[in-house]
């Protein structure tokens, strides 16, 4: 679908990144991990104008509690290459996780908005360009793979671009796994001025408290409004 509309609106490219956040948010909330996310696996529906995007072939998927009784002795990779989180690459399936499945939705979203595989964005055909790129993570664990200034030079918007960038961090501890949620809420946003919109529903938590964990784990949103306790926007 992305390949025969290379002309489709940024608009509608980023409604359909937030299907999938929608789905895979919703895959995470029960506790699953779906283990395989790639545009292969999402199903278009024309007809279906308020779900167009179905996540399909769930034949990987498990629940996150079982990830060690399946595949706690395996080496073997899990996934689909190009797709696979730097862990998954380099441990093999034990190091599935919610994390790995947002390294694969960032792939994913970045398809969706470019047209362009994360893959072919660095250049990469076979095996050795592969343990070159692992090398290249591996003294840079904590810069994403493609930055949110090059993705914004190939068109997506800044404040999807920097989302993007932060679930294609290689560091696997700096990848957050809330980054769905919050991809989810910033696709469905109209106003494009606005960074997210956040309801915190932790009365126990200190206003300030709660804004220094969002600021240090997304230092470059700015709070725009705050006028309601647990609604944030930023």
Known sequence: YIKENTKHPMRNRMDLVRHVAASISQLHNRDYLHNDIKPQNLLYVD????????????????PERDVDDLFG???GRLGTEGYQAPEVLLLGAREVSRKSDIWALGCTAYYILTGREVFDRKGIVGAEDIE?????????????????EQMVAEGVHGNVARVLAGMLVPRKSRRNSELVVFLNGLCKLENENCNVILNVDSSDIPNREIESRIREEFPNWALKDHRQWNRWVF
């Open 47 to 62: 007809h279906d104008t308020k779900n167009p995007l179905r996540l399909i072939d769930f034949q990987l998927a498990c």
């Open 73 to 75: 002795a395996s080496k």
């Open 132 to 148: 070159s790129l692992l090398e290249e993570m591996r003294k840079n664990l904590d810069d994403p793979i493609i930055t949110s």
